[in-house]
């Protein structure tokens, strides 16, 4: 009965039915998996986002308040993307290349860039691993905080401009370059991300994204799902590339599809170590699944504090990707002794975010020879030129 519910509402997804314990929390009955995450929701924060009337055969309104701003979720009974990284993941049709779920509410709007894009992605002067966390973006007083309002711009924009548009206007890339011992520089591979920086100015402008807590996570997993569809409207890659995921964005229909008819031997996808380390069973059944296909997996966004906090020989990783921050220097240096446990483990070390040659210089004074960021993409020009 919910199932046909949900489906005349041209909603997709698992129905998990919940009602009130009587100490503000909520009873459910679900997957096992989904367990963590709807153990940490209460009643009020249900009632809180409801943002959709459903009736059940038409015997019984169950929910809803007359608008929302939140943005709706082909995935969601509720009408909104999961609440954190986990299982409520928007997806699109595949026939349709949009979203199935609720229009925009009343009197909002999301236009896409008047500016056409390029006609394929090209390296920016962009951080490909730098732009899905709201560490890093400045905060500043006074800002409106970044809303749900805002991830369904983002959403309506794609719905309207179409994958293959909005893949020219936003998807980027940026290359992983080996330094050899003559300093000859050869190019690993490419990461594949949608700008956080390009998508910010059309939809949402200045706001604080520090503020943003499990909405940003809503944006990411809806930019997963944008990212990989973007890969229909690309030619097929003949040589390694990456892109960065959360978990349970590996679980979805959209990514089953996209497995079907990529390449995966030449893929590496990269977790956030923290997603890993939250969502750790999630993970053994991703990577699993990944490798399976031929697949390499990436633990990324270690920061240069959390270098080796993990032990990613246990974990299974082929590559880590950490970071550098100017006045990190000695930080990183300290960690030298990680760095060689993940080279005599078989891991791969990645410095990102490199801007400067004293990236290099620690870099090389650790034992890492792969780089990626600003100051890789000019020395790779100039030995293009």
Request: glycine fraction near 8%; include cysteine; proline fraction near 8%.
């Amino acid at each position: 009965m919910s199932r046909e519910s949900v489906r005349s509402y041209s909603l997709s997804g698992k129905v998990i039915p919940i009602w009130d314990k009587g100490d503000g929390r909520v009873g459910f009955v679900g997957p096992a998996s989904y367990t963590p995450y709807l153990q940490t929701v209460s009643m009020e924060y249900v009632r809180s986002n409801l943002n959709r009337d459903l009736y059940v055969d038409g015997l019984a309104k169950l929910i809803g308040p007359k608008v929302a701003a939140a943005p709706a979720s082909p995935t969601a009974p509720n009408g909104r993307p999961a609440a954190a990284p986990g299982p409520v993941v928007p997806q699109f049709s595949a026939a349709q290349g949009t979203s199935p779920g609720k229009p925009s509410p009343q009197g909002s709007s999301a236009q896409g860039p008047t500016a056409k894009g390029p006609s394929s992605p090209s390296p920016p002067k962009d951080f490909g691993d730098g732009q899905r966390s709201p560490r890093d973006t400045l905060t500043e007083k006074n800002l409106p905080p970044f809303a749900f309002e805002h991830v369904h711009n983002v959403m309506a924009a794609f719905k309207q401009m179409g994958p293959e548009k909005f893949a020219q206007a936003f998807l980027r890339s940026q290359p992983v370059v080996l330094r050899q011992p003559d300093r000859s520089l050869r190019r690993l591979m490419d990461e594949y991300f949608i700008s956080i920086n390009l998508v910010r100015k059309p939809f949402f402008g200045a706001v604080d994204m520090r503020r943003s807590g499990h909405i940003f996570t809503d944006l990411t997993l809806l930019l997963d799902q944008i990212v990989v569809r973007s890969f229909e409207h690309l030619p097929r890659p003949t040589a390694p590339l990456s892109i960065n995921l959360n978990i349970h964005s590996v679980f979805t229909k959209t990514f089953e599809s996209f497995m079907a008819k990529f390449p995966m031997d030449l893929l590496t996808v990269e977790f956030s170590q923290s997603n890993i380390v939250e969502y750790y069973d999630e993970f053994m059944v991703a990577k699993s699944l990944l490798m399976s296909k031929g697949a390499k997996i990436a633990a990324d966004k270690l920061f240069p504090d959390t270098l080796g906090l993990v032990n990613l020989e246990f974990v299974g990783v082929t590559m880590a990707k950490f970071h550098w921050a100017s006045g990190a220097a000695h930080t990183l240096r300290s960690r030298t002794k990680a760095i060689k446990f993940m080279r005599d483990s078989g891991i791969q070390p990645v410095m990102t975010r490199v801007d400067d040659q004293n990236a290099l210089e620690v870099g090389r004074e650790m034992g890492v020879d792969v780089f990626q960021g600003y100051l890789m993409d000019d020395m790779l020009a100039s030995c293009a030129a």
